[in-house]
């Protein structure tokens, strides 16, 4: 298990020349750098960011500030999980299950599923033929990217909608069996791919033709490189697999002690396993929580803030949260909700996440167009009076301020 605690990743990403030493005694501080980027912020964003790093930079009030961002549609365009999946699939890197048996590789599968990949995969080899066995890579895709079978069964139940999203989780299970430098190496390999790729371009898995390309956001590059210029504590948080935001992040400037994604564990023999790491009141390999809406609160609380058990789940006192947070989905809104300065959400038509942004309750949230081919306006009001809220159960309820008031419809105005 990597180090977590603040203090040791602190030195960890020191060491390796990651983030500025504290000014020595009598010398003369540095200026608070500012974002050098000014392309794609709307309205007073880019103003607002740099205000906020001008009050908190070189560790002003004795405390680095904290800063957090979500990983896949907030730093870079597109999704490293899938690009991971995809090449997976594309080079007969998924391992079958013991037996045959698909109802092991999540608590969470279905009965109906589980027949379903049974009899679309073969048994008996060491990895999946998925590369030319059309069928059993189309039903691992649609299991995976739509949450059902390629006949339209349902392919997950049981779970808490607030902590856990079984698809996300689905496929850190299925990297059971391999080392978490192996997984790097295949994340590093698609990300060499889709970076090559042109911006637009798809590729054919199975029967499908999906996504085949992503970028780095040049400004949340320069948002990060500008934190970290700074003296903010700077993570990344994502409800990838760990080891494959980690062939990722290096290269925006966060080091791997400083990435948290969904987490395996491991075999005596460095092995991945398909099961998953705990948070909270969750135990190791009880699979129930991953960094997701109110996951996230609780791995940043446990892996950036040192805070262990059920105390990791609730809100932390100010003084200790992060001070600054990036999201662009639903996955994302308790972290942000608990950021004491700004909240930055790039705009992906999310329903929960933008009605509390659009409403806006403390002025503290930050709408963004995304940086690379930004949505257009939504035309219909998002419906945050009546079903924008994904309850635990997973029913749709009512968006409710931090008072229980219900937040109104709101008009999608930043595109």
């Known amino acids: 298990m990597k180090l977590r605690t603040s203090a040791a990743a602190a030195a960890l990403a020191l060491a390796a020349g990651l983030l500025l030493p504290t ?78 048996d698909w109802s092991t590789t999540s608590r969470h599968l279905t009965p109906a599923a589980a027949t379903a ?36 069964r349902t392919a997950f139940a049981g ?29 590093a390999a698609a990300r060499a791919e889709n970076l090559a790729a042109p911006q637009g371009a798809t590729q054919r898995v199975g ?3 999906v996504t085949g390309w992503v970028r780095y956001y040049p400004q949340q590059l320069d948002l990060i490189r500008t934190l970290k210029t700074a003296g903010f504590d700077v993570w990344i948080v994502s409800a990838s697999p760990e080891p494959v935001v980690e062939a ?23 092995r991945l396993t398909g099961h998953l790491e705990g948070c909270g009141t969750v135990r190791d390999g009880e699979d129930e929580t991953i960094p997701y809406i109110d996951g996230k609160r609780c791995w940043i609380n446990q892996d950036v803030l040192g805070v262990r058990g059920p105390a990791a789940e609730r809100v932390q006192p100010p003084a200790r949260r992060q001070v600054l ?62 079903t924008g809220y994904t309850a635990p159960d997973g029913t749709a309820q009512p968006v409710r301020r931090a008072d229980g008031s219900v937040i109104p419809d709101q008009q999608d105005t930043v595109y």
């Open 23 to 100: 000014a020595q005694a009598g010398a003369r501080p540095a200026a608070c750098p500012t974002l050098k980027t000014s392309e794609g912020w709307y309205g007073d964003n880019k103003a607002r960011i740099d205000a906020l790093i001008a009050a908190h930079c070189h560790h002003k009030g004795g405390r680095k500030p904290l800063a957090v961002l979500d990983w896949d549609n907030t730093v870079i365009r597109n999704d490293v999980g899938d690009a991971t999946f995809f090449w997976l699939l594309r080079h007969d890197r998924v391992r079958p299950p013991k037996d045959g």
């Open 325 to 386: 947070a990036a999201g662009d989905s639903d996955t994302d809104v308790s972290f942000l909700r608990d950021a004491t300065g700004l909240r930055l959400v790039l705009n992906r038509n999310k329903n929960e996440l933008m009605c509390r942004a659009y409403d806006d309750a403390d002025g503290r949230w930050l709408v963004n167009p995304l940086f690379i081919e930004p949505r257009q306006r939504r035309t219909s009001p998002y419906p945050c009076a009546s």
């Open 117 to 152: 990949l049974a009899a679309a995969c073969p048994t008996g080899v060491r990895t999946l033929p998925t590369a030319t066995d059309t069928r059993c890579a189309d039903e691992l895709l649609a299991v995976y990217g739509s949450g059902t079978t390629t006949a339209g």
């Open 248 to 270: 990722w992040s290096g290269a925006a400037g966060v080091d791997a002690a400083h990435t948290v994604g969904i987490r395996n564990t491991t075999t005596a023999d460095g």
């Open 207 to 209: 029967s499908a033709e």
């Open 159 to 187: 779970y808490d909608h607030r902590r856990t999203e079984p698809q996300y989780a689905w496929l850190a299970q299925l990297l059971h069996g391999w080392t978490a430098r192996e997984v790097r190496a295949f994340a």
